[in-house]
């Protein structure tokens, strides 16, 4: 009796100095077709979750601002992505460095990912919904697996890590590739050590299209932007080309209320950079 009493007591001791398994919460789980193959990828929040956060629904009024487009009603936490496929080992990719230095985060402190958990309907901003009432609604899906590169292969969804002003949300790439068949982030051909981050409306036209040739960036007047940005997008054999080009505005008036004629006001080149 006293041998298994000390064991018991020893076991109590010991319980607290070994690691506390981390809490996990799947987010979302989809069954997908991919490259022919039957295959489940989550979306999982690691360790503590939380939507009190600037985008949460505790307070609609603030989660509706430019800040949180994209993004309300959120959670935040530590992300990651699970895959299981037949005949392959599970595969587990950290998503949360990817919203490192996101101006969308401006109220969290450290790496955090941030998804948005529940619709956010038009009607709101007159309604003022209560709490409970947006944690009553249904869950915004995100995984949306297309083929972003054109490598016939629609392995890849959008992960919004970003916002700027106003509303032009910040998205990368997430999912496999032909050339890389393992969780990745997509990159471009000339910077393949970095995540390629595009608006979400250059995204869908390179979805529609494998050379869509030149797509808004940050167009003259926006913000009293001086100067306008195009991104010039096109793709061969699953490499993403970018390229984001800087021209002078057109100014088609003269100081004294006269009009340019039209040599003057053609846009002029100003910078090319290659993403």
Same mark, same amino acid.
């Given at each position: 009796m006293l041998p298994r009493l000390l064991l018991a007591l020893l076991a109590l001791i010991a319980t607290p100095l070994l690691a506390a398994p981390a809490r996990e919460v799947v987010r979302e789980q989809r069954s997908f077709t991919v490259n022919g193959a039957k295959e489940v990828w989550r979306l999982v929040w690691r360790d503590t979750l939380r939507d009190s956060n600037s985008c949460g629904p505790a307070d609609p009024d603030v989660a509706m601002t430019c800040p949180c487009s994209g993004a309300a009603y959120a959670e935040v936490g530590d992300l990651v992505l699970e895959r299981e496929r037949p005949g392959a080992p599970p595969e587990r990719m950290p998503l949360t460095p990817l919203f490192a230095g996101s101006e969308m985060l401006f109220n969290e402190k450290g790496r955090v990912a941030m998804l948005p958990r529940w619709p956010?309907? +038009?009607?709101?901003?007159?309604?003022? /919904? %209560? /709490?409970a009432a947006i944690r009553a609604r249904p869950?915004? +899906?995100? #995984?949306? !697996?297309?083929d972003y590169n054109h490598d016939e292969i629609a392995g890849e969804f959008l992960l919004q890590v970003? %916002?700027? +002003?106003?509303?032009? $949300?910040? !998205?990368?790439?997430?999912?496999?590739t032909r050339d890389n068949p393992h969780l990745h982030v997509l990159t471009s051909a000339r910077h393949p050590e970095r995540p390629l981050a595009l608006y979400q409306w250059q995204w869908e036209a390179l979805a529609r299209s494998p050379h869509p040739g030149k797509v #808004?960036?940050? +167009?003259?007047?926006? $913000?009293?932007?001086?100067?306008?940005?195009t991104m010039l997008l096109s793709t061969d054999r699953g490499r993403i080309h970018a390229t984001r080009i800087t021209s002078t505005c057109p100014d088609t008036t003269e100081p004294n209320g006269g009009r340019h004629d039209k040599h003057h006001s053609l846009k002029r080149v100003l910078k090319r950079e290659v993403l």
């Open positions: 956010v309907y +038009p009607r709101d901003i007159d309604d003022n /919904p %209560t /709490p869950v915004v +899906p995100i #995984m949306r !697996l297309r970003d %916002t700027l +002003p106003c509303g032009k $949300h910040v !998205l990368v790439a997430v999912g496999t #808004m960036d940050w +167009p003259c007047g926006d $913000h009293a932007a001086e100067e306008e940005t």
